[in-house]
């Protein structure tokens, strides 16, 4: 198979139209049209063979997390997804239909989430690699950042922390597992928070870890009540011989939203997760200071060490 063979192989299944794209895939560049009035917002993430997955992830799954984490960024901003560019690497050898199994998970990443794929590349290499690239728009300085939070702030999350970590378990529930392949990033209620959380960023790293970054990028400390954590699936966690708290705190890969607001906009906070379809939790709030503190049920404190993912271990 030749490289445009396979890029056409691969890129065929996506979307290619959409807003702002005039003109996508088959050029030496694309062209888009930012929409009027908006900043637009971009980031890049690479998923590798053998870091990030391997041969017991099915290859639709490898490529949409490879878009779904990337959109879940975006969500972070609180941002509408636009547009995908992807860079592809494989081995010599490489099974089309596996590249060809990848190209339709990240189609079907971007049909479900209205982003059209505008750009791609292929190059041979060691293993197999990903490296999405997305744009989106939000109004002109609108966008979620991590640095608006103020002491006193209540602090939420949306969703389940730890399930994608359990995921991992080789007794795992299917729901779990799930979580762990195909993330759903949390578009629609980033679009929510917009105007109402003072500071928001996705938990892609573990819950510990991600308010840390928050909190530094605030210039507050944070208080976490883990009563209050929407851990995993107690009795699967259990089974799978994991500890529950353990994964809620710093299993990572949850893509979930983590983001403070004023404690008197808590019932716009309920009604922005209601219309969103997601469940959000207050755990915490903000506080002076710096450093994160931990309470348990009993109301003692544990000063916090992040255990997160560190990508460069
Ligand atoms: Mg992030």
């Known amino acids: 198979m030749t490289e445009f063979e396979l890029i056409d192989r691969f890129t065929r299944p996506a979307p290619r139209a959409g807003e702002g794209v005039v003109l996508g895939i088959g050029d030496d560049a694309a062209v888009l049209r930012p929409p009027r009035g908006e900043d637009l917002v971009v980031t890049v993430d690479a998923v590798v063979e053998g870091v990030h997955f391997d041969a017991r992830f099915a290859p639709a799954d490898v490529g949409w997390k490879a878009l779904a984490v990337n959109l879940s960024d975006l969500a972070a901003m609180g941002a509408r997804p636009l547009w995908a560019l992807c860079a592809l690497t494989t081995r010599r050898g490489e099974r089309p239909a596996r590249l060809a199994g990848v190209g339709?998970?990240?189609?079907?990443?971007?049909?479900?989430?209205?982003?059209?794929?505008v750009g791609g590349n292929v190059s041979r290499a060691r293993e197999l690699s990903l490296t999405v690239t997305v744009a989106g728009a939000v109004p002109r300085g609108a966008a979620l950042t991590r640095a608006g939070g103020r002491p006193g702030d209540l602090l939420f999350v949306s969703g389940r922390l730890?399930?994608?970590?359990?995921?991992?378990?080789?007794?795992?529930?299917?729901?779990?597992?799930?979580?762990?392949?195909?993330?759903?990033?949390?578009?629609?209620?980033?679009?929510?928070?917009?105007?109402?959380?003072?500071?928001?960023?996705?938990?892609?790293?573990?819950?510990?870890?991600?308010?840390?970054?928050?909190?530094?990028?605030?210039?507050?400390?944070?208080?976490?009540?883990?009563?209050?954590?929407?851990?995993?699936?107690?009795?699967?966690?259990?089974?799978?011989?994991?500890?529950?708290?353990?994964?809620?705190?710093?299993?990572?890969?949850?893509?979930?939203?983590?983001?403070?607001?004023?404690?008197?906009?808590?019932?716009?906070?309920?009604?922005?997760?209601?219309?969103?379809?997601?469940?959000?939790?207050?755990?915490?709030?903000?506080v002076g200071g710096g450093g994160v503190r931990l309470l348990d049920a009993r109301g003692r404190t544990h000063t916090a060490r992040a255990r997160g993912h560190d990508h460069l271990r």
């Open 104 to 117: 339709r998970g990240l189609a079907a990443c971007a049909r479900a989430h209205g982003v059209a794929l």
């Open 162 to 286: 730890g399930e994608a970590a359990l995921g991992l378990a080789p007794q795992a529930p299917a729901a779990a597992r799930a979580r762990q392949r195909r993330p759903a990033p949390r578009l629609a209620l980033g679009l929510a928070l917009r105007g109402l959380a003072t500071a928001c960023l996705d938990v892609s790293d573990g819950l510990l870890q991600d308010l840390g970054h928050l909190c530094a990028a605030s210039g507050v400390g944070a208080r976490v009540e883990l009563a209050r954590l929407p851990g995993p699936p107690a009795r699967a966690a259990a089974r799978a011989g994991q500890d529950p708290l353990a994964l809620a705190c710093g299993g990572g890969e949850d893509y979930e939203l983590l983001f403070s607001a004023p404690p008197r906009r808590a019932g716009a906070v309920a009604a922005a997760a209601a219309r969103a379809g997601v469940a959000v939790t207050h755990i915490g709030a903000l």
